[in-house]
């Protein structure tokens, strides 16, 4: 179902679980990557994408790390179009677009690659790589490919081991907060 009580329903049962290979649980990097977004003065729509950037591995049942198996869970375009439903494209296409943008910074400035866990190398690999040419050429085009970078940028910034809300239930209260103050807003 798409409503933001389904979706902290997930973060409780769930959100505990191993980001394996980045040492930290689900949840600890979603409120990590909304921390970044707030502090930077990020938008409120903005700030709940990137809490719920990674969304989409809840959603799925694969265990452990998907890209340790070879398998790309897509996790991107599952949370947005859950996201879509909910609060429309402006926190929808900054999630759906975060992988994307890994892959145009990876070819637009090389030297980022060295900012990726090895879990972000692995799973570059099986997304499809640096982008090409028209790739990059689309992706800029984009209206909201400057927010996916700076989504992008928190995420990669949100794997510090120990860095989380007094508790798991602290961290809920905040994320219901935002989820409340952020509208629907059609395309
Ligand atoms: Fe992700
Ligand atoms: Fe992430």
């Known amino acids: 179902m798409n409503n933001p009580h389904t979706i902290l329903e997930l973060f409780a049962r769930k959100g ?27 938008s409120q729509s903005l700030q709940l994408a990137s809490w719920l950037h990674d969304l989409g591995h809840l959603l799925t049942d ?12 897509q996790h991107e375009h599952r949370a947005a179009r859950m996201l879509d439903a909910i609060w429309g ?7 759906r677009l975060h992988v994307a ?8 400035h090389p030297e980022y690659c060295e900012r990726l866990s090895p879990d972000s190398v692995r799973s570059l690999a099986l997304q499809g790589g640096p982008m090409n040419l028209s790739e990059c050429v ?3 085009a ?3 490919a400057l927010d996916a970078q700076q989504l992008r940028a928190w995420d990669d ?14 961290a809920l209260d ?9 509208r629907y807003l059609p395309a």
């Open 16 to 42: 505990s679980l191993a980001y394996e290979g980045e040492g930290i649980s689900q949840i600890a990097h979603a409120w990590q990557c909304g921390q970044l977004a707030r502090a930077a003065g990020a």
């Open 62 to 73: 694969l265990s452990g790390s998907p890209t340790v198996q070879g398998i790309d869970d």
């Open 89 to 95: 494209p402006a926190v929808a296409e900054p999630v």
């Open 101 to 108: 943008a890994k892959r145009y910074l990876v070819a637009a």
């Open 138 to 140: 689309r992706f800029q």
């Open 142 to 144: 984009s209206r909201y």
């Open 157 to 170: 910034s949100s794997k510090h081991v120990g860095w989380f809300a007094s508790d798991a239930q602290h």
């Open 174 to 182: 905040e994320l219901r907060g935002l989820m409340d103050r952020v």
